[in-house]
T-cell receptor, first 117, second 111 residues
Framework: NAGVMQNPRHLVRRRGQEARLRCSPM?????VYWYRQLPEEGLKFMVY????????ESGMPKERFSAEFPKEGPSILRIQQVVRGDSAAYFC???????????????FGPGTRLLVL | QKEVEQNSGPLSVPEGAIASLNCTYS??????FFWYRQYSGKSPELIMF????GDKEDGRFTAQLNKASQYVSLLIRDSQPSDSATYLC???????????FGAGTRLFVKA
């Protein structure tokens, strides 16, 4: 029973390039969350998606960042024109139910460590 | 005021002692509360969730929730060196879908 999968585990980009992070939720999970974690800091919510829908993107920067969760395939977090401040660990989590329903426990993937040179 | 506050620590306890980790939250209408453990360089892993006022026990772990005081805690009995990690408190905000994490408390259990 595979858990949440993320790839790549490590990603190095130069300033101005695009970073594309992938997340495959646990089997049977249709709710995906993305978080960013800076060193020595807590997790910061970015976006919550269900299949083909963005439900809450209140934590996403208004520019350069986008997320999708297509009907088929993994969820993608895309960062365009990366800057050094984007360097962080990006975690994806999935749940079987929506938040507030009682079955919303989130299970985390191993994360993608993004380094922008 | 931060939405979810934790003492950053480090909290140091001897092996076999009880470790007490505390968390306060600002959204009075929050309904779902979680404790995660995160080892350095790893992803968070769920320890417990709690929805109702009172205590919830699971093995060596006990979560305590007091909604009137907007306070949730985690007790770890018979602490082991392997419990040394950062413990993250998480709260789902009222009517929304956002999970707010505290900055975490670093726990050291001394052998």
């Amino acid at each position: 029973n595979a858990g949440v999968m993320q790839n790549p585990r490590h990603l190095v980009r130069r300033r101005g390039q695009e970073a594309r992070l992938r997340c495959s939720p646990m089997k049977g999970h249709s709710h995906v969350y993305w978080y960013r974690q800076l060193p020595e800091e807590g997790l910061k919510f970015m976006v919550y998606l269900q299949k083909e829908n963005i439900i809450d993107e209140s934590g996403m920067p208004k520019e350069r960042f986008s997320a999708e969760f297509p009907k088929e395939g993994p969820s993608i977090l895309r960062i365009q024109q990366v800057v050094r401040g984007d360097s962080a660990a990006y975690f994806c989590a999935s749940s079987s139910n929506a938040p507030g329903t009682g079955g919303e426990t989130q299970y985390f993937g191993p994360g993608t460590r993004l380094l922008v040179l | 005021q931060k939405e979810v506050e934790q003492n950053s620590g480090p909290l140091s306890v001897p092996e076999g002692a009880i470790a007490s980790l505390n968390c306060t939250y600002s959204d009075r209408g929050s309904q779902s509360f979680f404790w995660y453990r995160q080892y350095s360089g790893k992803s968070p892993e769920l320890i417990m969730f709690i929805y109702s006022n009172g205590d919830k026990e699971d093995g060596r772990f006990t979560a305590q929730l007091n909604k009137a005081s907007q306070y949730v805690s985690l007790l770890i009995r018979d602490s082991q060196p392997s419990d040394s990690a950062t413990y993250l408190c998480a709260v789902i905000n009222t009517g929304g879908f956002k999970t707010i994490f505290g900055a975490g408390t670093r726990l050291f259990v001394k052998a």
